[in-house]
């Protein structure tokens, strides 16, 4: 059974930086591209970005509104995700999801607080 | 970046109605839709990949149809577990980017 659990949100400062983590289980890892999808409080889904798989050099794409601030990385020796988030503004609370897009599978999502 | 507007955002409807979403794309995305299903609390749910292919396990009265620019989610017949939020996504190019959502209420 495919399971995604997402770890590592919290409260932080504007300015501050934050990494989420995404254990991946239930598929092989290396073989999959991975995305992270956020949703701000009350509002509706916005992709953050995502990793293509090791065939595909562990690429990355970004949405514009996190590109140069977001950095996704993982490790498929620990089957983990990453999303390094640095420079983070108040625009940036929301609950942060991983997904897999070729399993269709999506975590619960871990919530992070960017506030004073 | 491809923008999607969803239609409508929000809509009333009574168990056993037939209920219509729809997206568009701002350009031509081919068949790269998906539909997903988001209830208060859950993490998004996907129902449609590939503009018409139903998803393991998502009931029949789910459809998809449409390619190029528009899109279609249609429920045949609403079930009182079908009222949520629905988004769809386009994964044609990057930065991938979801319609604004409908939700869909008990009238």
């Known amino acids: 059974e495919v399971q995604l659990v997402e770890s590592g949100g919290g409260l932080v400062q504007p300015g501050g930086s934050l990494r989420l983590s995404c254990a991946a289980s239930?598929?092989?890892?290396?073989?999959?591209?991975m995305d992270w999808v956020r949703q701000a409080p009350g509002e509706g889904l916005e992709w953050v970005g995502r990793i293509r798989n090791k065939a595909h050099s562990y690429t990355t794409e970004y949405a514009a509104s996190v590109k140069g601030r977001f950095t996704i990385s993982g490790d498929d020796s620990k089957n983990l995700l990453y999303l390094q988030m640095n420079n983070l503004k108040t625009e940036d609370t929301a609950l942060y999801y991983c997904a897999s897009p070729e399993t269709h599978h999506w975590g619960q999502g871990t919530l992070v607080t960017v506030s004073s | 970046a491809i923008q999607m507007t969803q239609s409508p955002s929000s809509l009333s409807a009574s168990v056993g109605d037939r209920v219509t979403i729809t997206c568009r794309a701002s350009?031509?995305?081919?068949?790269?839709l998906g539909w997903y299903q988001q209830k208060p609390g859950k993490a998004p749910k996907l129902l449609i990949y590939a503009a018409s292919s139903l998803q393991n396990g998502v009931p029949s009265r789910f459809s998809g149809s449409g390619s190029g620019t528009d899109f279609t989610l249609t429920i045949s017949s609403l079930q009182p577990e079908d009222f949520a939020t629905y988004f769809c996504?386009?994964?044609?190019?990057?930065?991938?980017?979801f319609g604004q959502g409908t939700k869909v209420e008990i009238k």
């Open positions: 239930g598929f092989i890892f290396s073989d999959h591209y």
């Open positions: 350009q031509g995305i081919r068949n790269d």
């Open positions: 996504l386009q994964g044609n190019s990057y930065p991938l980017t």
